[in-house]
């Protein structure tokens, strides 16, 4: 085989200035690569990428797992998972020149040898795809495996490139510990193996074309910035709401719940993307230093046990379905006390947000899906109608919806057509969908160019992953002293607590 010319990607279509930069010469091994995740999201994505024209000709996908499969095994593994999750369409010419590049190693983490031939299949694809010595590992690996994993690649001398111009990256999935403490052991591990610039830890929602465009939408305007503040916002609510249950990810899941499988990640990167301020620039390490402030800035409101909750789901009705409980599912342990639901408060200490509380909640089995984020804002101080006018009006909201009808809404008053004065609740809708014609691209495909081009901003830093945890585990701490979460039937919004600790405040849930 000889090494395909370094010239223009031919699938790139260089009319579309619009397109984002094309990863240089470069690989990706993925070790879980028998996992849902490489299956759904990583193979898929990395289809699209090419699809789009923004691999280079020559790329390599390296699938690293302990199944006694050949190359062309594991090519047809990556072809059926393409031809059943990619988001392009399926393209022989894409397909054909992206299977050049595929290979397999078989081992078992703890086997010098399999790494020492994964060191020869990379040095082979340099030669033969002149992937240049540029390589990311994406360890889609269960945390128990990150150190020895880490470890291998330093010891086969694949940490690091032959010469500085080549790179070597490492792309962690969450969870990123399961405390404190264990986040810093975690990242001390890895950052003995990888310099921090070359870990990618994967946030998914950071992904996510509606979270970014928060920042779009905060700092691209002057409409909102004015009243971003105490002065104005009553409170802001963080909902990812889910309506499939665990099925078969119970075993991971039960010891770890809701809090950490989401709140200490993607909730917590979407309070600090609405909370913080604005970034001397977007350059990733500016981004950063205003998460990590209004990060450090943050704590759960107290009393815990008034201003959180948490629930287990048991059976009930969805979308006309009678739908199981988590134990009869199978695979949850009887007495666990491990949370399917998880609501907490957060309070960010700044001039900003001083007396505004963050309320965020997440569960499995609710009501519908959507992940939003809305702000709500105080009433008017003053309204010149009498009380019936307004009996019906609620407050104003700016609700970021994430998914699903990506987009943004408006809420507020409005009169009621008529001979007398009567003002309601109506909204005002930004739909992606109807705005724009070009389909948003999957998180995954976003963030794994980004690792591949070597672009930071949408990966959290060790110092974001310790503060998130930081800010959690004093509620874990309580939770893990406060007997069993109650339960509540799926298809519903979660326990009872939930809208107590919002009562408490006088406040309550939205119905998304
Ligand atoms: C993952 C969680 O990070 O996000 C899962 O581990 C959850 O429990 C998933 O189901 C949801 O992702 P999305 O993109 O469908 O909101």
Redesign the pocket.
Known sequence: MTAPSKQRNPLRDPRDKRLPRIAGPSGLVIFGVTGDLSRKKLMPAIYDLANRGLLPPGFALVGFARRDWADQDFMQVVHDAVKEHARTPFRQTVWDQLAEGIRFVQGTFDDDSAFDSLAATIADLDRDRGTGGNHAFYLSVPPSAFTTVVNQLKRAGLASGENPSQWRRVVIE??FGHDLASAKQLNKTVNAVFPEESVFRI???LG?ETVQNILALRFANQLYEPIWNANYVDHVQIT?A?D?G?GG?AG??DGIG?AR??IQ??LLQLLALIAMEEPVSFKPSDLRTEKVKVLSATRPALPLAETTARGQYTGGWQGGQKVPGLLEEGGFSKDSTTETYAAITAEVNTRRWAGVPFYLRTG?RLGR?V?EVAVVFKRAPHLPFDDTATEELGQNALVVR??PDEGVTIRFGSKVPGNTMEVRDVTMDFGYGHAFTESSPE?YERLLLDVLLGEPSLFPKNDEVELSWEILDPVLRHWAGAGAPEKYKAGTWGPASADAMMARTGRHWRRP
């Open positions: 969450k969870p946030d998914h929602y996510k990812m889910e499939i665990l990810r991971y899941y809701a499988d989401v990640n993607h499995k899906r992940t994430v998914q998180a």
